[in-house]
């Protein structure tokens, strides 16, 4: 079925700095890409998605582009906040009900 | 976000004892969810409903069982309460292909 494999971490940086989180796909057809942040004692919530090759999600300065030939979906903010510091997961459709979501991507911005 | 909320939050409890997690969403999703969370294990599926009294295990269901008489109300039980159980459980549901998740149950079994 549809997997993806996710840059395990943990990540730590300076305010301001640039960050990316390399995620990869292996899936049948082009399904829906998906990444999701689990901030501190909380649930996890859907940050962005693409939903078919070459788009781009973006939100909260957030951005991550769907790209089929090297089938990945990385995740890049280009001045990350202390506020920014949370679990990062990517996903993908494992057949038309479920999701599978990456290890998660530990994330602490420093001031 | 879909509205969805968990009840307890928190909940320590002993070995041996019978456990029932409750989630409320109010966006009529038919798919409903059951993880726990866990280090080095990230989210491992529990249960899922495909409507109601409509479910299927997912791929970590020994010793856990649930229950959806109404399409707004899933609950996971845990029979009897191990120690390995203890974890943080999320609830979530379907909307499109996104999954929307509540908050989040800290579950310890003492």
């Known amino acids: 079925g549809n997997s993806v494999t996710q840059m395990e971490g943990p990540v730590t940086l300076s305010e301001e700095a640039f960050l990316t989180i390399n995620c990869t796909y292996t899936?049948?057809?082009?399904?829906?890409l998906f990444w999701y942040v689990q901030y501190p004692g909380e649930g996890l919530q859907l940050l962005l998605k693409a939903t078919k090759a070459d788009d781009k999600g973006s939100n909260k300065g957030f951005e991550a582009t769907y790209r089929k030939e090297t089938t990945s979906f990385h995740l890049e903010k280009g001045s990350v906040q202390v506020s920014d510091s949370a679990v990062y997961f990517c996903?993908?459709?494992?057949?038309?009900?479920?999701?599978?979501f990456g290890a998660g991507t530990t994330v602490t911005v420093r001031a | 976000d879909a509205g969805i909320t968990q009840s307890p939050r928190h909940k320590v409890t002993e070995t041996g004892t019978p456990v029932t997690l409750r989630c409320h969403q109010t966006e009529n999703h038919r798919y409903m969810y059951w993880y726990r969370q866990d280090p080095g294990h990230g989210l491992r599926l529990i249960h899922y409903?495909?409507?109601?009294?409509?479910?299927d295990k997912g791929e970590v269901s020994d010793g856990y069982s649930v229950s959806r008489s109404k399409t707004e109300d899933f609950l996971l039980t845990l029979e009897s309460a191990t120690s390995s159980q203890t974890s943080v459980y999320f609830c979530a549901s379907r909307g499109g292909h996104e999954q929307y998740f509540g908050p989040g149950t800290r579950l310890t079994v003492t």
């Open positions: 899936a049948t057809g082009y399904p829906s």
């Open positions: 996903a993908l459709p494992s057949n038309d009900y479920k999701l599978s």
């Open positions: 409903s495909y409507g109601v009294k409509d479910t």
